[in-house]
């Protein structure tokens, strides 16, 4: 289950309260990470990567106003996913070696293989490591 909430500085506590519940949507699979960031190459505005067990899926969310009292209503929208070839572990994203323009995703398998994938796959390189104890956010700088 996928839920997005409003941030509200005066209502501090642990649990989101429903009204401020701006989306909730069962995704078919597993989440095992959300991050935010510009994963489109040709748009500025952020978009969501959900890393789910073997696959990766970007997705746009939207607002429409409400012209009722239910108030506004969000929409997600799947912009492009990839099929993995093995089971996902994490992922992170930056502009490695400098690159330009939408960041890089960098996802880790369980059987240390570190990719890199934009709107196309990129690359795929087995590090030769017994095993990478911690987030991948330890051995990568953004």
Do not use: W
């Amino acid at each position: 289950m996928l839920r997005i909430f409003s941030p509200n500085a005066n209502k501090l506590s642990d649990e989101g309260s429903a009204d401020a519940q701006l989306l909730e949507v069962q995704l078919q699979n597993a989440i095992i990470q959300v991050e935010v960031g510009k994963f489109v190459s040709c748009s500025e505005v952020l978009h969501l990567a959900v890393l789910h067990p073997r696959k990766l899926s970007v997705y746009s969310v939207s607002g429409t106003a409400g012209n009722v009292e239910h108030g506004d209503q969000y929409q997600l929208k799947l912009v492009y996913e990839h099929n993995l070839q093995r089971t996902a572990c994490n992922m992170t994203y930056g502009t490695f070696g400098g690159v330009t323009g939408s960041p890089l995703i960098c996802l880790v398998s369980i059987y240390v293989l570190v990719s890199t994938v934009c709107k196309v796959y990129r690359f795929s390189l087995y590090v030769k490591l017994e095993f990478i104890c911690g987030h991948i956010h330890d051995y990568f700088t953004r």
